[in-house]
């Protein structure tokens, strides 16, 4: 079974870029140095941040959904991304070594399966939940900090 990993767009963000620390603040963000590696999980590469380049932290809806399920959470993006990471049946560097959350929805954007994948078992879950023909994309969550990390298509 194939299955397709994609970071988020840079541009829904590109106007955050740049911003002064107020500004930012006034736009409900903060801007991070990155002073230890790994531990600043990037969203639209899905990579981790080196160390000396910032990060933003901002609120970011990652289900925008008329479902019970519609979600949002703090992320990381590192400040100056735009091109989303695409990764084919393969794991980004983020996934790799985080426990992560990775929950089943359906075509109504409910949650219909879950489960806890610990480093090294990312893949064989995202393949578990995908044999359930029901599942129509997996939402895969930091389980520790409850993160939203990325979004999983059947390719």
Same mark, same amino acid.
């Given at each position: 079974?194939?299955?397709?990993? !994609?970071?988020?767009?840079? +541009?829904?963000?590109? +106007?955050?870029y740049?911003l !002064? *620390? *107020?500004?930012?603040?006034?736009?409900?963000?903060?801007? #991070?140095?990155?002073?230890?590696?790994?531990?600043? &999980?990037?969203?639209?590469?899905?990579r981790?941040?080196?160390?000396?380049?910032?990060?933003?932290l901002?609120?970011?809806?990652?289900?925008?959904?008329?479902?019970?399920?519609? @979600?949002?959470?703090?992320?990381f993006?590192?400040e @100056?991304?735009?091109?989303?990471?695409?990764?084919? /049946? #393969?794991? &980004?560097? #983020?996934?790799k /070594?985080?426990?992560?959350?990775?929950? @089943?929805?359906?075509?109504?954007?409910?949650?219909?399966?879950?489960?806890?994948?610990?480093?090294?078992?990312?893949?064989?879950?995202i393949?578990?939940?995908?044999?359930? *023909?029901? #599942?129509?994309?997996?939402?895969?969550?930091?389980?520790?900090? @409850?993160c939203?990390?990325c979004r999983?298509?059947?390719?």
């Amino acid at each position: 079974m194939s299955f397709i990993i !994609t970071g988020l767009s840079g +541009h829904p963000f590109s +106007h955050l870029y740049g911003l !002064t *620390d *107020d500004e930012l603040l006034n736009q409900g963000a903060i801007r #991070v140095s990155v002073d230890h590696y790994p531990s600043f &999980p990037d969203r639209i590469t899905l990579r981790d941040i080196p160390i000396g380049e910032t990060a933003l932290l901002l609120n970011h809806t990652y289900l925008d959904t008329q479902s019970p399920y519609k @979600g949002s959470h703090a992320i990381f993006i590192w400040e @100056g991304q735009w091109q989303a990471g695409v990764y084919q /049946n #393969v794991l &980004p560097e #983020v996934m790799k /070594n985080r426990i992560l959350s990775l929950r @089943g929805f359906d075509s109504r954007d409910m949650l219909i399966e879950a489960t806890l994948a610990q480093p090294g078992e990312a893949k064989e879950q995202i393949l578990s939940l995908l044999s359930n *023909d029901k #599942v129509a994309f997996i939402l895969a969550h930091n389980a520790k900090q @409850g993160c939203f990390s990325c979004r999983i298509e059947r390719e």
